[in-house]
């Protein structure tokens, strides 16, 4: 039976998903160096001269120095991750990014570009005492196209906020992702963050159509064309994309918006088991073809995790595995038709068990609220491993039972992700962090995501905690074209160090 959307999650309550999980304990985190056995690399030590010069560039009041003040910048989102920095900085412009680096760079004090700081690799926070430069304060649209759909604007904007500046002008943004209340356009770019609907508008290799960045030695790089084609030469703006603040800090950005789906409907569907499910999506693909914008999976633990530790409703009831299936049309009548002649048929063929469709954008913002809740969800219990892998879908849910089984009664092991890239983020949610847990999943999974050719990171980046795991998904010549290009960009390494590439094992070292 097919229920009314109607009883849908009458107690959601819309607490903001980030503060929520950044206020679940009042325990800080260790220091990563001392959790993880990191040994400071040989950079400068801050000085009072240091600060005087910083408050010389900037206004006094964007040089933040006391450590309470300090302190939020050098924890992540998930708690895991924490540094000793003393002092972070709030640039307005890219000059003043400029002279910032130029400065660290001539003394040789590390650096640690961050956003919004809602990465989940502990890229964002210093490991030691690396200065936080935090793009908050530019945060100003330049311009927008509303015939070519290109957007330009500084790398601190928040996500949502261009979201809806674009809306009004009939176009949206590229990507979506449950922290988009929070994260910076350049972060995302920094991360080559995936989303929810990358199945659909692409990764931002494909959006991005020009970045403007600065070296480790100051350098202002111009790549901030908006042209969708420029074959002149190397498309430099891909160093960018995804290099984690390892190269440059990126401080303006263009990208291309598409235009707004007329219609929008979407269905959250009940399903047997996994195999079923990959059946539903071919289904997916074919029945709804060029409307289909995004297929979400999470099984029952993910679920029932969420609605009970974030307070909301299940709008369908208990079911082993859940699919959340949105579209974007430009034809409500029709397209809503097609994804409720695709739920009958589903229906029937037994696909799907029970379910509900919905056009209605509360009623549409509800379901994807509980999506994206899952991933602070686990946060509230106290810790929570987690694992972004892409693997072939065949094999895609293998990982989380395999998982079960080895960690045992240790802790609640849930899988769910992005079918559609056949990305999944496998959480493990235990009451705290502990060692011997770590070392059980740890480099396990990576082993198990290996066998099957899939990657150790698909969406989140590798940051301070998968430098050492990179070999499994990256061959030793790529490594060393990335430190290549690292040691000709940032010589002095002063650029988020301990991060994205792992140190070179003494063995290799003439
Ligand atoms: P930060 O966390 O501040 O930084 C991330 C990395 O980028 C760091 O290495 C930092 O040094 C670097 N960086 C940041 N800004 C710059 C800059 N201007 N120049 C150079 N380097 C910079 N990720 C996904 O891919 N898909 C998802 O669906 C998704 N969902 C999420 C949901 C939740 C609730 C949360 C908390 C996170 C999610 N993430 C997701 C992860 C995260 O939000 C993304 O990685 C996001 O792109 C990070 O942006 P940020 O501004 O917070 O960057
Ligand atoms: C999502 O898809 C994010 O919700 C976060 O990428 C995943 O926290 C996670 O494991
Ligand atoms: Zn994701």
Known sequence: MIKSIAILISNLNKTNIISQAKYTTSVLPQFSSEKYAVKR???GILKSADVEYFKSVLSEDRVLTDESDVLPFNIDWIKNCRGQSKIVLKPKTTDEVSQILSYCNKNRLAVCPQ???TGLVGGSVPVFDEIVINLVHMNKIISLDDISGALVCEAGCILENLDNYVRDHNLIMPLDLGAKGSCHIGGNISTNAGGLRLLRYGNLHGSVLGIEAVKADGTVVD???????DNTGYHLKHLFIGSEGTLGVVTKVAIHCPALPKAVSLGFFGVENFENLLKLYKSAKSSLGEILSAFEMADN???SLTVENCKLSNP????????LIETHGSDETHDS???NRFLSQEMESGLILDGTVTSE???IKNIWHIRESIAGAGLINGYVFKYDVSLPLRNYYDLVLTLRTRVGDRARVYGYGHVGDGNIHINVSASKYSKELYAILEPFIYEEVAKVGGSISAEHGVGFRKPQFIHYSKDKTA??????LKQSMDPNGILNPYKVLPDVPDIEKD
């Not at 901030?224 to 084609?229: C, D, G």
């Not at 369908?316 to 699919?323: K, N, S, W």
């Not at 490594?479 to 290549?484: A, E, F, K, S, V």
């Open 41 to 43: 690399k040989n950079f």
């Open 115 to 117: 956003g919004g700081n």
């Open 223 to 229: 790549c901030l064309r908006t042209l969708k084609k």
């Open 301 to 303: 633990k993910s679920i």
């Open 316 to 323: 369908i009831g208990d079911y082993p595995f859940y699919v």
């Open 337 to 339: 038709e097609k994804l």
């Open 361 to 363: 954008p509360a009623k």
């Open 479 to 484: 490594l060393q074209l990335m430190r290549d």
